[in-house]
Structures are given as C-alpha cells and as structure tokens.
C-alpha cells in the first residue's frame, strides 16, 4: 500500500514571497503519478500540478514548479510570488499506474498542508 | 464544459436514516470515484468506477454503504442506517482513464452530511 505524509500541517507566507510545501510518500512501485490539489475554503479540490514518475524534468504550471526526487521519494511544491488567492489546503496525492489494466487508479493523499497567505 | 455536480449539496439527517448522493461526472469521462473528508484530514477512497463496474471497493466502505453507476454516467451513493461517524463531506470525482497515459482526475463540490 502506498502511503502520502506532509509533515507541515501549517504554513504562512507573505504575499510575493516564495513558500515550499513538502511532501513525502512511500511505494515499491516504479510507474506512478503524483499531484498537487489546492482546496480553498470553498471546499472544492483543484488540481494545481501533476508529474510522472518515469519524466526527470520538474513540472512547472505557472507560478508552481516541483522537486521530484524520485530515489528520495520526496515531491515538493514551490509557490513563487504568493498571492492572497493562493490561500487554501494543499494536497498531495500517489497514483500508480495499473500493469494489469495499463491505467492509472485511484488517488491516495496525504494529510495536507494548510497555507495563508498574508498581506 | 461542466463540471463534476453532486446533489444535495448538504444534508443533515437522523441517526438511522437512510441518505442517497448522486454525482453527475464530466461528459465523456469513464471513471467515477468517490471519497470521503472529514475536517481537516484529506480525502479517503471509497471505491471507482469505469463505466458501469465497480472495479475498487475500501475497507472503509462498509455494509451500509453502497454505489452503483447503472448505466456509466452519473452515480448515487447510499448509506443506510446512518450513523453519527457517517458525518462528512463525500466528494465525488471524474477522469478519462486511457491506457498507457495518465489519469487526471477532477473533483466535485462534493455533498456535506451532517447525522444528528
């Protein structure tokens, strides 16, 4: 079974700073996914950025960039010039991908790091 | 382009009475999950869908609970019974799963339930 730990349950950061959300997560699979979901105080999860396991390069979206270091098992997420907007629960989440049916399954998340951003 | 809906979008019900969500995925997707929060933890699986199968079931799916996709578009989930730790908020979610590439999944508002 796959486990996701983020370790930082609180965070605060200044608006234009630059904030690092870390996440940790444990599999003996080789093929997998990792995400970063954002949940505002409106409750609804989006989804932030994604990065697979078999690219070496770090995804980037904008404003949010990652450090995947595979043999580390880390995935951390950067948030560069924070805005007032990025305040919201942070999760991160596993997916492996199925050998049996050559597709991904289902999301395990971790317990999620809550960011505020201040003025 | 809809999103993925979900109905009611909150609950509040008896100890021991039955309660049905029903989630409406984003067109032309063919997985359906659901997952349940509770303040201030992150989502847990219950089970997925593609199409009209159920492919997972969690432990943490009890008896009580049950979900059905019957014709692989929208999905209801209903719990029996209810019990006061049944209070959460089960968020429903969608993907196109193809093989061979990733499965990016989009969630609803998801459907507050509150037992009393």
């Known amino acids: 079974a796959q486990t996701v730990t983020q370790s930082q349950p609180e965070m605060s950061v200044q608006e234009a700073e630059t904030v690092t959300l870390s996440c940790t997560y444990d599999t003996s699979e080789n093929n997998y996914y990792l995400f970063w979901y954002k949940q505002p105080p409106s409750r609804q999860m989006i989804l932030v950025i994604r990065q697979e396991a078999y690219k070496q390069q770090n995804a980037t979206e904008n404003r949010f960039s990652v450090n995947f270091q595979k043999a580390a098992k880390s995935f951390s997420l950067k948030i560069s010039d924070s805005q007032l907007g990025d305040t919201a629960m942070y999760f991160c989440?596993?997916?492996?991908?199925?050998?049996?049916?050559?597709?991904?399954?289902?999301?395990?998340f971790g317990t999620g790091t809550r960011l505020q951003v201040t003025l | 382009d809809t999103g993925v809906s979900q109905d009611p979008r909150h609950k509040i019900t008896k100890r021991g009475q039955n309660v049905t969500f029903r989630c409406d995925p984003i067109?032309?997707?063919?997985?359906l999950y659901w997952y349940r929060q509770t303040l201030g933890q992150g989502p847990e699986f219950l089970t997925y869908?593609?199409?009209?199968?159920?492919?997972?079931k969690s432990r943490l799916l009890s008896d009580r609970f049950s979900a059905e996709r019957p014709k692989g578009s929208f999905s209801t989930l209903e719990i029996q019974r209810t019990e006061q730790g049944d209070s959460a908020m089960y968020l429903c979610?969608?993907?196109?799963?193809?093989?061979?590439?990733?499965?990016?999944?989009?969630f609803g508002e998801g459907s507050w339930l509150t037992v009393v």
């Open positions: 989440a596993f997916m492996k991908h199925a050998a049996d049916t050559g597709t991904a399954s289902k999301l395990t």
């Open positions: 869908f593609q199409n009209e199968a159920q492919l997972e």
């Open positions: 067109s032309e997707h063919n997985r």
């Open positions: 979610a969608s993907s196109l799963a193809l093989r061979w590439t990733g499965n990016t999944i989009y």
